[in-house]
């Protein structure tokens, strides 16, 4: 999903915003409804090829043996 980061320049509220790239409308500011926002860089979603476990980490996938000798 489409989900951004922003920064106030008025008031330094930072926020979230969910924004498709058809979208022509002016982010405001939840806080202070100030328009000066710029968009922040922020960490991408990154899953794994592999199994997913509870600590955070993942495990990798189990490599297949080769079919030649």
């Given at each position: 999903m489409p989900i951004f980061e922003f920064m106030c320049a008025k008031c330094?509220?930072?926020f979230e915003k969910l924004v498709f790239a058809d979208?022509?409308?002016t982010i405001e500011?939840?806080?202070c409804c100030g328009q000066d926002v710029k968009k922040l860089m922020?960490?991408?979603t990154f899953r794994p090829n592999g199994?997913?476990?509870g600590a955070g980490?993942?495990?990798p996938p189990k490599c297949k043996?080769?079919?030649g000798g």
């Open positions: 330094n509220c930072q979208d022509d409308v500011c939840p806080t922020s960490a991408g199994i997913p476990t980490g993942f495990t043996p080769s079919g």
